[in-house]
């Protein structure tokens, strides 16, 4: 429609860390080139390279929040937003609170308590990242990485959940899928999943190790290395047997491909 102006706002958590946001930052650019360089014929590249691609937190990077990067967006006359909410499971209240906050009616009795955002523009929002290929692809490259003889071990996946009954079952469904399709990959004993909240991980991890001759090999579901992949699952699993490498999702370059795949489903064609 002729006066319109699109826009693409990835948000993810955010992190006191630089190297975390950094990693943020780069599969985000290296998305948005891909995205460009997948054009169908140089019309539809002119247009990709037209759209704003901007990366914003929730919380933690100051200066670069949601509403920073709706109004860097809208400054450049952006009509339509197209919001990519870059954490992994739709069992995120962390999700829900930032659909709240752009005006999306509440899935659930929950109620975020961010501020509504001063929007201009008009906004679309996808779903969050759950058992996609590109997601499923990194996590068998990482498990084959531990892994001496996949018959005689199991893998223990760990990821976030919730402590609220409605988004920890949307975590599970997700965490459920990743496991079927690995251990469909891979010859494991036994593929699990626990969560950090409630903490399920510790006893995950003593009823895998109980298993005699079995060596377990821990995964963490992160979108990048920060806090809780090097302090908390080390400390929670502290004097259990297991192997560990604290790899994420990022900065495998996969991911990028993911976020290119979701921009080139967002309908500017």
């Given at each position: 429609m002729s006066g319109e102006k699109h826009g693409i706002l990835v948000i993810s958590h955010g992190s006191r860390e630089q190297s975390w946001v950094k990693a943020v930052d780069d599969a985000v650019q290296a998305a948005q080139q891909r995205w460009i360089e997948q054009a169908a014929d140089e019309q539809q590249r002119m247009k990709r390279v037209a759209v704003p691609v901007y990366a914003a937190y929730l919380e933690l990077v100051e200066g670069?929040?949601?509403q920073d990067g709706v109004n860097a967006l809208q400054s450049e006359g952006v009509t339509h937003i197209y919001v990519m909410p870059l954490f992994v499971?739709?069992?995120?209240?962390?999700?829900?609170?930032?659909?709240?906050?752009f005006g999306f009616e509440?899935?659930?009795?929950?109620?975020?308590?961010?501020?509504?955002?001063?929007?201009?523009?008009s906004v679309s929002?996808?779903?969050?990242?759950?058992?996609?290929?590109?997601?499923?692809?990194?996590?068998?490259e990482q498990a084959l990485a531990l892994s001496i003889q996949a018959e005689d071990e199991a893998l223990l996946l760990l990821g976030h959940g919730s402590s609220m009954p409605y988004f920890y079952e949307k975590w599970e469904a997700g965490m459920r899928s990743i496991a079927n399709?690995?251990?469909?990959?891979?010859?494991?004993?036994?593929?699990?999943?626990?969560?950090?909240?409630?903490?399920?991980?510790?006893?995950?991890?003593?009823?895998?190790?109980?298993?005699?001759?079995?060596?377990?090999?821990?995964?963490?579901i992160f979108i990048s290395p920060g806090y809780f992949t090097?302090?908390?699952?080390?400390?929670?699993?502290?004097?259990?047997?297991?192997?560990?490498?604290?790899?994420?999702?990022?900065?495998?370059?996969?991911?990028?491909?993911?976020?290119?795949r979701r921009f080139g489903s967002y309908a500017l064609k």
């Amino acid at each position: 429609m002729s006066g319109e102006k699109h826009g693409i706002l990835v948000i993810s958590h955010g992190s006191r860390e630089q190297s975390w946001v950094k990693a943020v930052d780069d599969a985000v650019q290296a998305a948005q080139q891909r995205w460009i360089e997948q054009a169908a014929d140089e019309q539809q590249r002119m247009k990709r390279v037209a759209v704003p691609v901007y990366a914003a937190y929730l919380e933690l990077v100051e200066g670069r929040l949601i509403q920073d990067g709706v109004n860097a967006l809208q400054s450049e006359g952006v009509t339509h937003i197209y919001v990519m909410p870059l954490f992994v499971s739709g069992g995120s209240s962390h999700v829900e609170e930032i659909r709240q906050a752009f005006g999306f009616e509440p899935i659930s009795s929950f109620i975020g308590d961010l501020e509504p955002l001063r929007l201009t523009a008009s906004v679309s929002f996808d779903e969050p990242i759950g058992a996609e290929a590109e997601v499923v692809q990194i996590l068998q490259e990482q498990a084959l990485a531990l892994s001496i003889q996949a018959e005689d071990e199991a893998l223990l996946l760990l990821g976030h959940g919730s402590s609220m009954p409605y988004f920890y079952e949307k975590w599970e469904a997700g965490m459920r899928s990743i496991a079927n399709e690995l251990q469909q990959r891979i010859p494991f004993q036994q593929v699990v999943y626990a969560p950090l909240l409630p903490e399920g991980s510790r006893q995950a991890l003593e009823q895998l190790t109980a298993s005699s001759g079995v060596r377990v090999l821990v995964l963490p579901i992160f979108i990048s290395p920060g806090y809780f992949t090097r302090t908390v699952i080390p400390t929670r699993l502290a004097d259990l047997s297991y192997n560990y490498s604290g790899e994420t999702l990022l900065p495998h370059p996969l991911m990028s491909e993911l976020l290119a795949r979701r921009f080139g489903s967002y309908a500017l064609k």
